[in-house]
């Protein structure tokens, strides 16, 4: 308890000191020209302060000389000249050193009421330089002071005026504690700007990573969608070749062949898709994405992997949809068509696309297979499929039907979409 007493004022006398100067705006800080003696940086508030400090200076030494003139005996003019640098000194050292200047202060002021008392008949013993001083220096001590050395410094100006002057001490004790007020003020106020443009700036922070975090999700959804159709073409038709083939060298080659046009349309895509990672506006080396009229390569792909695909369309033009869209439906048609060929090879596959005015309707439907299918994946598939739709504000459902199938139906809404395309 004693020491939390104490610690205040150790703080204020001794041991504290008071935060940096907050950064001045460019129109109280310039550069002076090189070829100028003193070129730099000129702080105007800095300069503010020493010219009001010769002020002072000049005012308290004129009037000590006229006091002076008048007393019997007079005081030497050195002493009148040290203490008015006294009552001066602190106002050019608040602002790099508000608490310095305080303890300064508090230094001289027996000096400076034994000069005023000794040279003049001022009741109460303060000259108006002295009171300018002492305000303007607590002010900077409560700006950039803490609380508890705020607290500190008024309870030691009131006990300092009750010693002095007591009858002076209510005028005194209003004056300080005015100047601490609002120099505290001033303190929370800036305090509490300093802390929103902080939270300003670590809440652009967390937009860029969320933005980050959601391309990253969308060129993992790219890749997955690319890599996962053509592989699985490709690897059965790597198996079914050579059987299809049966030492034919004529079809071996034809099959290989066709093998090698889908490994270089799969690098061609993901090439496409990486080459928004060249550059920070993501144009380097980029194609049109693919959409729903590229709907015959995917269904020739499936077709050729062993699957028997057919297709319901509509009748008005899929190229006309937004790019969105098109992507999108082309994505969840694609990842349909590789489910199939992965867990149900030689399955009869039903793809049904409807559009009108409001969406995009997709029901890829498949039957049991005519062999075993692959082992069970990690379900990234659907879950990419989902997001898609839910991206556009869309549905999807995926699920087993009977007689061993699956079926997903997907919505896309078509309305408002190319504004956010």
Known sequence: MFSAVVRPFALALFQGDADPPPPRSRWLRFRLPRWQPLAGHVDLVQVADILVAYILFATTFSQLVNWNDGAKPPVDDSLLSLASAA?????????????????????????????????????????????????LVTYSVAVRGDRRITVAVWVISVLTAWIVHPDSMVLV?????????????????????????????????????????????????????????HMSVIAIQAEAVPLKAAGDPALLEAGLAEIRSLSLEAISELRQVLGVLRDQDGRTDTAPQPGLDRLDELVSNARAAGLTVGVE?????????????????????????????????????????????????????????????????????????????????????????EGGGFQVTATLPIAGTEETA
Not at 93 to 113: H, I, N, S, T, Y
């Open 173 to 229: 004790t209003i004056m300080v504690t005015v100047s601490l007020l609002f120099g505290y003020n001033v303190r929370v106020r800036r305090n509490a700007t300093t802390r929103l443009a902080e939270e300003e700036r670590r809440s652009r922070l967390a937009e860029g990573a969320q933005a980050v975090l959601e391309e990253r999700a969308r060129i993992a959804r790219e890749l997955h969608d690319v890599v996962a159709h």
């Open 87 to 135: 009552l001066s000194l602190p106002v050019a050292l608040r602002d790099r050193w508000p608490l310095g200047a305080w303890r300064v202060a508090m230094v001289q002021l027996p000096f400076a009421f034994w000069v005023t008392q000794t040279v003049g008949t001022s009741y109460p013993p303060y000259t108006v330089g002295l009171a300018v001083m002492y305000l």
């Open 313 to 401: 369309l509509p009748k008005q033009p899929l190229g006309a949809l937004p790019p969105t869209v098109g992507l999108s439906a082309y994505r969840i048609v694609q990842e349909s068509l590789s489910n199939a060929m992965r867990h149900a090879p030689g399955a009869t596959v039903t793809v049904v696309v409807a559009c009108d005015d409001d969406a995009l309707r997709l029901h890829v439907t498949n039957g049991a297979g005519a062999t075993a299918g692959g082992p069970e994946g990690t379900g990234q598939g659907l879950v990419g499929m989902r997001e898609r739709a839910a991206l556009l504000g869309g549905t999807l459902q995926a699920g087993p039907i």
